[in-house]
């Protein structure tokens, strides 16, 4: 649990009561094939109740079972190839590949592919991309960021074509741009601000799509 104040002389004063509740779960399975692991993890910024509201004991299960359906996999193929990723899967995957690189701090630093990519098609049209703090119990919901602002969803990806970085305050003064979300400051007030996403995900998609049916990789 974070208790935050924020007072700064542009005017911005500022509360907010944060609370977060995880729960990690790891398994070890062994037979003829080995030994491996399965894990799966619960979390959201809510209090105990969360293991009122959800199954703990599935949750092991479903580590379990990982750990030993695991013990008869085949080695994944390599090479070049369509990868399917079931819905609910690619979160962490997106997060990583994509949310960080829309980090204004990171581009500034020329840390980023998107650097200098604003207005162009960066994926397929089929995409839009948001980072979204309101979204309630999620594990990146807050009240307000560390800047003293209120949470917002904001657009990153439109219909494939980025549309904006995230921003803190002094970044986005600097390049003229109207101020987004700041997520966190690591080391909370002793250090400089840094621009971090909170809840990456994608928008339903619309319009008519092409399936085609090819070998492929199923990520679940």
Known sequence: RKRIMIANSNGVF?????????LRVSVVATGDGG?????????????FEMFDENDVEELAIRAAKQAVTKLSAR????GSMPVVIKRGSGGVLFHEACGHGLEADLVGKSA????GKMGELVASPLVTLVDDGTMTAEWGAIGVDDEGHPSQRNTLI???VLTDYMWDYLRARK???AQMRLVAIIGQCRHRDI??????????ASGRRNR???PAIFVI
Do not use: W
């Not at 030994?35 to 799966?40: F, L, R, V």
């Not at 980023?112 to 650097?115: G, I, L, N």
């Open 14 to 22: 500022s509360a907010d009561d944060q609370v977060r509740t995880l």
């Open 158 to 160: 439109k219909d494939g």
């Open 35 to 47: 030994m491996q692991t399965g894990y799966d993890s619960l979390g959201h910024t809510i209090g």
């Open 195 to 204: 621009t971090r996403v909170a809840s990456t995900a994608f928008a339903n």
């Open 75 to 78: 080695p994944a193929p390599s």
């Open 212 to 214: 085609r049916f090819c």
């Open 175 to 177: 390049e003229g741009r």
């Open 112 to 115: 980023s592919v998107y650097r």
